[in-house]
Nanobody
Framework: QVQVVESGGGLVQAGGSLSLSCAAS????????MAWYRQAPGKQRELAAT???????TYADSVKGRFTISRDNAKNTVYLQMNSLKPEDTAVYYC??????????WGKGTLVTVSS
């Protein structure tokens, strides 16, 4: 059993910053990629950022230059630092963890609301 738990969501004004965390625990033998997705109201879930086990990040064009993904392998934790937030960043943010054995696990999400 693998548990993935996000934290750090909340309400912030446009232009502000927010930091999310996601911790994975349980029967995890080795984590490969860790990722943040987001789903805005009435829209499909989309990939925001990923980070490999060696720390290499990728970003969606919509967040590039404003968001920074990082991870702590010892803690099985991934972070998302979000700066210069815009109202269109309002969404439920989900963490997804991929293991080297081919499994992947989702968290339940954390809500980020950016007011204009």
């Amino acid at each position: 059993q693998v548990q993935v738990v996000e934290s750090g969501g909340g309400l912030v004004q446009a232009g502000g910053s927010l930091s999310l965390s996601c911790a994975a625990s349980g029967s995890i033998f080795s984590i490969n990629v860790m990722a943040w997705y987001r789903q805005a109201p009435g829209k499909q879930r989309e990939l925001a950022a990923t980070v490999t086990s060696d720390g290499s990040p990728t970003y969606a064009d919509s967040v590039k230059g404003r968001f920074t993904i990082s991870r702590d392998n010892a803690k099985n934790t991934v972070y998302l630092q979000m700066n210069s937030l815009k109202p269109e960043d309002t969404a439920v943010y989900y963490c997804r963890v991929f293991t080297t054995r081919g499994g992947n696990y989702w968290g339940k999400g954390t809500l980020v609301t950016v007011s204009s």
